[in-house]
């Protein structure tokens, strides 16, 4: 298992803010399996390995291993067609520009929000088999766990994200019954740094590769957390993919995304209405 010991955190600098929403990376990048054709179905069988959970917490899961190569491909490949950015609309993580460059609308990060029913159904199978297997070792996982919301986060091999904690609604941490997050990292591997709180000054860290499975809810649903480090070229050989991390993280939420933050993703609890 590999996690590392406890680090005491140091404040960093704040990054300068780009100087718009699309900032153009320099750096060429592989375009192999990068856009694939508009012909990608999730034709797979859905197959989940037989992995056993790794309790780091209660509420925190890893599944190392979770999807097999074939179906990680299939992944990455769906996420770039639906992930590409159109001219004119606020959706998309990614343009290309040139023949070489991947622009990423958040810097060294990319991000963009849907409804899981914009995805195949495969991405809610796995959301809720790996809720359901990580359950079996943690108890306070269990619920009756309904996925709305695909969050896409992609990496470049700079790519970091800051100590934060994923928005819930209010009433259900008064209530106890928050619903667990679902994360799946594709690509490459990542250290990823938790703590309970933003006071601790010692974080844990656990490194998340290509495949692997993290579930927090139950008592860690609020913690601190954050992207330290994408470890470059540490991939699995066979997937063709745009060096860097995919994150796919799948929610069960019941607010509103406020679409007008977009790209940020800003979540308004305890209306009637979306927001217009």
């Given at each position: ?5 406890k ?29 694939p054709?508009?012909?990608v179905?999730?034709?797979?069988t859905y ?9 780091l ?6 599944l ?5 190569i074939?179906?990680?491909?299939t992944?990455?490949d ?12 606020q959706?998309?993580?990614?343009e290309i520009?040139?023949e ?8 060294n990060?990319g ?7 914009d ?8 959301s809720?088999q ?16 309904k996925?709305t ?7 470049n091999?700079?790519?970091t ?9 209010p ?9 667990p ?19 601790s ?18 008592p ?20 063709r ?8 993280t ?6 509103y995304?406020?679409?007008?933050q ?5 979540v308004?609890?305890?209306?009637d209405?979306?927001?217009?």
């Amino acid at each position: 298992m590999q996690i590392t010991p406890k680090r005491k955190d140091k404040k960093k600098p704040k990054a300068k803010p780009a100087g718009s929403r699309w900032s153009t990376q320099n750096k060429p990048v592989d375009r192999t399996g990068l856009v694939p054709s508009s012909s990608v179905q999730s034709s797979f069988t859905y197959t989940p390995q037989n992995t056993q959970p790794i309790v780091l917490g209660d509420g925190l899961v890893v599944l190392r291993s979770f999807l097999t190569i074939q179906q990680q491909q299939t992944l990455i490949d769906e996420a770039m067609v639906r992930g590409k950015h159109e001219e004119g609309a606020q959706s998309g993580f990614y343009e290309i520009q040139g023949e070489n460059q991947l622009k990423l609308n958040q810097g060294n990060r990319g991000r963009v929000i849907r409804p899981v029913h914009d995805f195949p159904p495969q991405w809610t199978d796995y959301s809720m088999q790996i809720q359901q297997q990580a359950a079996t070792a943690c108890p306070s996982l269990r619920c009756d766990f309904k996925p709305t919301t695909c969050l896409l986060n992609f990496y470049n091999e700079k790519g970091t994200f800051k100590w934060h904690r994923d928005s819930e609604n209010p009433t259900r941490l008064q209530t106890k019954t928050p619903r667990p997050i679902i994360s799946l990292t594709v690509g490459d591997a990542c250290d990823f740094g938790y703590k309970l709180d933003y006071e601790s000054p010692e974080h844990e860290t656990v490194r998340l590769n290509s495949g692997d499975a993290l579930v927090f809810g139950g008592p860690h649903r609020m913690m601190v957390h954050s992207v330290l480090k994408i470890h470059p070229r540490s991939k699995p050989t066979a997937l063709r993919m745009a060096p860097g991390r995919l994150n796919i993280t799948v929610r069960d939420v019941d607010g509103y995304e406020d679409v007008s933050q977009f790209p940020a993703y800003r979540v308004i609890y305890d209306i009637d209405e979306p927001p217009t």
